[in-house]
């Protein structure tokens, strides 16, 4: 089969509109909840039928660019954020305790004033530095960013973090002490 010029432009414009209509979808198993293909904040409809003994819920193919703190409250105390290329910056709320993103191009955090954060998880992103208000999760216990484009962490950065147990094994630079480096 040849493929033209306007026959790949019809592919490319039929694509492009099954992207745009992507349908949310939400799938509940045992303890967890997934929601697939999230647009917008519309999409939060689907939380009502999240069920009440849930405990983590996973969000896969979120094609927006900012994930707001009010699109992430009354969900879970566990959430993961996978598989979202289009996302680039989260706003988390005070009540996400445990927060892991994997596979995103993320490039920017905000974290509520308020954080009740024990764990952070950052993964494959585009993330380049930790971001200032991570100084609001004075409940982390453990930090782990890998496969990212941060280069440098001042270590005395999380010497406040009285709770921090653990800071990810598998950096990908080597710690300096620069001042700054962290965001604080």
């Not at 405990?55 to 105390?77: F, G, R, Y």
């Not at 999760?137 to 406040?160: G, I, K, M, P, W």
Request: hydrophobic fraction near 45%; glycine fraction near 2%; charge should be neutral.
């Amino acid at each position: 089969m040849r493929l033209t010029y306007p026959s790949l432009l019809r592919m490319l414009l039929v694509l492009d509109v099954l992207k745009r209509n992507a349908a949310i979808r939400l799938t509940c198993f045992s303890m967890f909840c997934n929601v697939i293909d999230f647009t917008s904040n519309e999409d939060t409809f689907v939380y009502q039928y999240i069920p009440t003994n849930t405990s983590m819920v996973v969000l896969q193919n979120v094609l927006i660019e900012h994930l707001e703190m009010q699109m992430l409250t009354k969900l879970p105390p566990i959430v993961t954020v996978q598989s979202s290329l289009a996302l680039k910056w989260i706003s988390v709320p005070m009540d996400v305790n445990d927060l892991r993103i994997t596979s995103t191009s993320l490039t920017k955090i905000n974290f509520d004033e308020r954080s009740m954060l024990s764990r952070l998880t950052v993964k494959e992103s585009k993330l380049a530095k930790l971001p200032r208000t991570l100084g609001n999760a004075r409940s982390l216990e453990f930090v782990s960013v890998t496969e990212s484009n941060v280069r440098h962490l001042d270590l005395a950065a999380f010497c406040d973090y009285s709770l921090l147990q653990i800071i990810g094994t598998e950096w990908d630079f080597l710690p300096s002490q620069e001042k700054g480096s962290f965001g604080f």
